[in-house]
């Protein structure tokens, strides 16, 4: 008898570890709460917060799962952050890793985010910006041989994050590589499952009008999707609810069945992050209502 009860315990506790699935998940609304992810509150929160002080923040505005983007400065405490986001029940749901190299094996930056993932044994996703210095002289290269180019460095990467059981994300962020179609190229010829797209509203106001196109191309391989307000010809950075674009574009999100993270932005350096993503909050439930996203709204 005590032995079936210490197995039982054992498993109960193996239970508890396991993570919870959202209500999107679950196939409810993409838009609950518990399925939000704060983005791009580390290098532009006013308040300069440390690992402890975000932790408790995003506690408080009932976020559950951050993204973490980082600067120069915030590289001795990847660890605090780690500890700070566990002691207060918040998932990393992505890191981001800069590649500015044909050959990030020798770049600093990635090989401590890969061995700090791989030390603390944390599975997440890396969100990649790659920048022109990983494809030396692509302005005189073939559509082809940009991607054949592109796939050498995320390639890498994405071989580095199997190992550790991470993901990687294609991040737009304007130019060549920001172009979906062109991410997708780059998905197809490197073939491997874990790699696949986040999309961000704000670097694609000139994917506007041909949204419902390039969203559906996407969708099967979209990791995340940052959303932001949406104005023609309006600013880049704009509080959900502010825009006269992004409704339309989440009714496009919400009919699709896209089941994946919806991140939500602080990125004003000149405000306190948990008043911009409290506004980025109000602002997607009046949207919500706007919608008729019952379902979300009770989760809020």
Partial sequence: MRRVL??????????????????????????????LVAWCVVPF???????QERAQMLKRLGIT?????????????????????????????????????PEPVKEKDVRTILDLLKRRQVR????????????PGSADLTQEQRVEAA????????MEAVKIGCSVGLYNHGGWFGEPENQIA???????????????????H???????ELFAKMKPHLLALNINGMKKDGAKILPLGEGDLELGMLKIVKESGYRGPIGILDHRGELDAERSLQQNIDGLQKLL?????????RTY
């Avoid at 600067?71 to 800069?98: N, S, V």
């Avoid at 997440?124 to 494809?135: V, Y």
């Avoid at 780059?186 to 704000?202: A, P, S």
């Fill in 45 to 51: 929160d006013a308040k300069k917060r440390g690992p």
């Fill in 186 to 204: 780059i998905i197809n010829r490197l073939g491997m499952k874990n790699v696949g797209i986040v999309y961000n509203f704000r670097h694609g």
């Fill in 289 to 297: 209502r706007a919608m008729g996203d019952e379902e979300a709204l």
């Fill in 6 to 35: 210490t197995v039982t315990t054992s498993l109960l506790a193996g239970l508890l570890l396991l993570p919870q699935l959202t209500r999107a998940e679950e196939g409810g609304s993409v838009f609950a709460k518990d399925n």
């Fill in 65 to 101: 799962r951050l993204a973490y983007d980082w600067r120069a400065k915030d590289i001795p405490t990847f660890d605090q952050e780690l500890d700070a986001l566990a002691q207060h029940g918040i998932k990393l749901e992505a890191f981001w890793i800069p590649c500015r190299s």
């Fill in 124 to 135: 997440t996703q890396l969100w990649i910006s790659l920048s022109g210095g990983a494809i």
């Fill in 151 to 158: 796939c050498r460095p995320i390639g890498y990467i994405a």
């Fill in 206 to 212: 000139e994917h506007v009008d041909r949204f419902p």
